[in-house]
């Protein structure tokens, strides 16, 4: 096995590199698959195993860890180490993991109910800190495993099992989530869509420090269609924009596209009418990530019309780990008593 290679941030490793070629079955474990027929993961994990040969790293050196959910299944099916954690605490578990194991490459597979509800708290803090992990989050609009529930990003008045009347609840948007947080990179994908799947997939594992990819996913049992507008050949190019770096940022079908208005804000105009000069060129490198925000909040809930799909936000920024190997380092120099005082503090007492 060749040695770690030095990253660009100081202290920080990236995993070794494989020896040989890899293909996707040997990321495909000895388990049997068992989500429902037709569910959106068997997409998805059909695509990461297709990706995980590009990352040219011995599957050794490969850790999945997920929630409780649906998604959360994922690492059994991965021919890699993984965890099948707790509710909601995979970022926590796999922020331990990252930093002090940065020979390591860190996925964490979640879902909608998983990393928003209880796990809220662990997902922004993972995202703000820059830990180098990369964080899937299976958004299917409603709770899975336990049977079709509402969940945070069920839309309002959506009718199910826990909410007869029709949910009350404003729902959060993920994307908007992570930029508000500061998350360094930012993106959405769709499950059915595997060439674009593999493209955002490429662009988070390039990216040094926390990436969030939301993956629209459909549970066809319990909340079948969620995502059928942008799915359909007939609608999705009048439905989605696809966001590229350094290109305006338009309707797949060119028809409409968005310009900044006299007061700032981002509107949506017909591009035969402001012509393409006008249009808004596409920065995942901006500092600011008031532009991502705004676009974050472009689409429609209910009918999906205006759903931007692609990376919002890829901006550097040392990541978490290396500063912390960093301070390790200028703990330890000082010498073991130092060290030991260092972890004593000052608020301490002997009792005797």
């Not at 490459?105 to 708290?121: C, E, K, P, R």
Request: hydrophobic content about 40%; overall charge negative.
């Amino acid at each position: 096995m060749s040695e770690a290679v030095e990253l660009g941030f100081p202290s920080l490793r990236l995993v070794p590199k494989a020896e040989g070629k890899q293909s996707a079955k040997d990321f495909k474990s000895d388990q049997e698959v068992r989500w429902c027929p037709g569910c959106g993961d068997y997409a998805i994990l059909a695509g990461v195993q297709s990706f995980m040969p590009e990352l040219g790293l011995a599957k050794e050196n490969i850790v999945w860890i997920s929630g409780i959910g649906c998604s959360s299944r994922f690492p059994y099916y991965m021919n890699t180490f993984g965890m099948h954690s707790i509710h909601g605490r995979a970022p926590a578990i796999a922020s331990g993991l990252a930093i002090t194991r940065p020979d390591l490459s860190v996925w964490v597979v979640t879902g909608d109910g998983d990393a928003l509800s209880i796990g809220g708290n662990h997902l922004i803090h993972a995202l703000r800190r820059n830990v180098n992990l990369k964080i899937l989050l299976f958004n299917n609009r409603i709770y899975g495993l336990t049977k079709g529930q509402y969940s945070p990003t069920s839309e309002l008045g959506k009718v199910t099992k826990s909410t007869p009347m029709g949910s009350l609840d404003q729902p959060f948007n993920p994307v908007s989530l992570a930029l508000g947080a500061e998350a360094t990179f930012v993106a959405r994908t769709i499950d059915s869509d595997r060439k674009h799947l593999t493209e955002t997939l490429r662009a988070a594992a390039e990216h040094e420090g926390t990436a969030l990819v939301e993956i629209y996913q459909n549970c066809n049992i319990f909340n079948d269609g969620a995502w059928d507008p942008l799915k359909d050949a007939e609608h999705r190019d009048s439905l989605t924009f696809r966001l590229e770096h350094g290109q305006p940022i338009t309707l797949v079908d060119g028809s409409r596209g968005v310009v900044r208005a006299a007061d700032g804000s981002l509107q949506i105009a017909d591009v035969s009418a402001v012509g393409t000069d006008a249009l808004l060129i596409h920065d995942v490198h901006s500092e600011d990530p008031s532009v991502a925000f705004a676009l974050s909040r472009m689409s429609d809930p209910m009918s999906l019309a205006n759903t931007p799909i692609g990376v919002f936000r890829d901006v550097r920024r040392t990541p978490y780990d290396a500063l912390f190997a960093e301070q390790m380092a200028a703990a330890k120099a000082g010498g073991s008593d130092d060290l030991a005082t260092l972890l004593a503090g000052s608020d301490t007492w002997e009792i005797t």
